[in-house]
């Protein structure tokens, strides 16, 4: 197996110092998920990587990216000593660019970056040598760490870039140099870091700053400030390829949530495409759409990856979709559970409500004889000074008005709880912990369940607490 990193060309890449020769086979920032081989780099996070330095070598660790060698390790452990380990880290990503020829693509978006990503790591994959974060590794030290994970003889990369606040993402895409650079959609996410959606957008439109020269700028055409990303691609160079419903370029002309899939027709450099996806969902439809134009613009085969990107799932907590059978003497008294935990705004909100509106509940296998369609909903975090309003707003969402019954937890989804009409409304707790001890009476056999919520909300312990009630049907069944 060859080397990710040597002593000699990690010293390179960081002008480092080390104690010692030695090789790595990856790289790691966790003593939890730490591998033989890995390089342990000690960040500086809740708890100071240092400290765990002892450990890392004690479990196999090739050695330590350090500012200093920690009380405790020896004096012939092999160390790269650097002035800053976050720095050092960033230089093992620019120089891991450096050295591969891989076509580069970075995503961003305020919805759909990790699901979008996924995608492009499912459809490339089976076409060539495909590296990519293994989960949202997407902030100042995810973006470094993917990048200084990649073998060099990599075909492609996917680079996931986020942001909270602004001037976050140009520095990440000046890192990743992508060749393909593309935004899923610009919504109501971390408002309060901002003082609009335009705001929004024009942070985001810096992940075109990163394009090598005559880069390509992957733009969703739907959203209101299209206009704004666009200009921003213009101004750097870029070519511009647009996406979905009204994309010039490829065209979602239908979408159809059909049980638990969607079929999908498209248009895009003169070919007719008909695909599907194995999970419902409109926004998974129009960036299964955006993965086809990243997919041309690397130089893979859009058509193969049309009929691969069924094999694609939903990341956990991001749309995933399971059955749980709630009695273990009857496979039949099931319910079927939407885990969308991980995040949420007004936008990811909206396309997770037409999913449960368009799924199909079962009768006559529950204590309520009719299946409905349920929602458990946590707050929304990080949506600005209009936070009230987005909350109530969306009890007037056409999709959430065909749904049976919705429980609310947290301060801020109160206020929607308050402007459902009286027949809809289900419980309503000041946190999701308080849900849990309840879940039994919240759902019942035959219903469709959407938990969804911010990560700060804690609504995945409503997840958990649903799951528990009985156990998981094997997905191939």
């Known amino acids: 197996?060859?080397?990710?990193?040597?002593?000699?060309?990690?010293?390179?890449?960081t002008g480092g110092q080390t104690t010692r020769d030695w090789t790595a086979q990856g790289v790691s920032i966790d003593t939890r998920t730490l591998q033989p081989g890995d390089l342990f780099v000690a960040l500086t996070d809740i708890r100071d990587g240092h400290d765990f330095v002892a450990q890392a070598l004690a479990k196999g660790a090739a050695a330590a990216l350090v500012t200093h060698r920690p009380d405790g390790v020896p004096d012939d452990a092999p160390l790269l000593i650097v002035a800053d380990v976050l720095c050092a880290l960033a230089d093992l990503g620019r120089a891991a660019r450096a050295r591969t020829t891989a076509?580069?693509?970075a995503v961003t978006g305020s919805v759909g970056k990790t699901s979008t990503k996924e995608m492009l790591r499912t459809v490339l994959s089976v076409q060539g040598k495909c590296h990519a974060a293994e989960a949202s590794y997407n902030n100042h030290w995810g973006v470094p760490l993917t990048l200084a994970r990649m073998p060099a003889d990599t075909d492609f990369a996917i680079v996931e870039i986020g942001m909270s606040n602004p001037g976050e993402i140009a520095?990440?895409?000046?890192?990743a140099r992508p060749h393909v650079a593309m935004i899923t959609t610009v919504a109501a996410a971390h408002l309060a870091?901002?003082?609009s959606l335009a705001g929004i957008a024009i942070e985001k439109a810096t992940i075109f700053d990163g394009l090598v020269p005559g880069g390509i700028a992957i733009v969703n055409a739907d959203i209101a400030t299209s206009g704004v990303l666009r200009d921003h691609a213009a101004t750097m160079g870029a070519t511009l390829v647009l996406f979905g419903e009204t994309g010039t370029d490829w065209r979602v002309t239908d979408v159809r949530l059909i049980g638990n899939v969607t079929v999908i027709r498209a248009t895009g450099q003169g070919q007719d495409y008909l695909f599907k996806l194995s999970v419902?969902?409109?926004h998974f439809a129009m960036n299964a759409v955006g993965v086809l134009a990243v997919a041309a613009a690397l130089g893979a085969d859009p058509v193969a990856a049309a009929l691969g990107i069924a094999r694609w799932t939903p990341p956990a907590g991001r749309g995933t979709r399971e059955v749980i059978?709630?009695?273990?003497?009857?496979?039949a008294e099931t319910l079927d559970l939407i885990d969308d935990a991980f995040n949420a705004n007004p936008t990811s909100l909206a396309a997770s409500l037409e999913v449960v509106a368009s799924a199909q509940p079962t009768d006559d296998v529950g204590r309520i004889v009719k299946g409905r369609r349920v929602a458990i909903l946590g707050d929304m975090r990080e949506l600005g000074p209009d936070e009230v309003q987005m909350h109530r707003a969306m009890a007037a969402d056409k999709h959430l008005q065909t749904l049976d019954l919705i429980h609310c937890a947290g301060p801020l989804m109160h206020h929607l709880w308050q402007a459902l009409p009286q027949e809809k409304r289900g419980q309503w707790a000041p946190q999701a912990a308080d849900l849990v001890p309840q879940v039994s009476r919240l759902v019942d056999a035959g219903d469709v369940v959407l938990v969804k919520g911010s990560k700060g909300s804690k609504i995945s312990l409503v997840v958990d607490a649903i799951r528990k009630l009985g156990h998981r049907r094997p997905q191939d069944e």
Do not use: C, H, I, Y
Request: proline share 6%; net charge negative; charged share 20%.
């Open 1 to 13: 197996m060859n080397a990710l990193w040597t002593s000699v060309d990690a010293v390179a890449a």
């Open 193 to 195: 870091a901002f003082d």
């Open 171 to 175: 520095p990440l895409a000046k890192l």
């Open 103 to 105: 076509q580069v693509v």
């Open 280 to 282: 419902p969902g409109r």
């Open 325 to 331: 059978v709630l009695d273990a003497t009857n496979e």
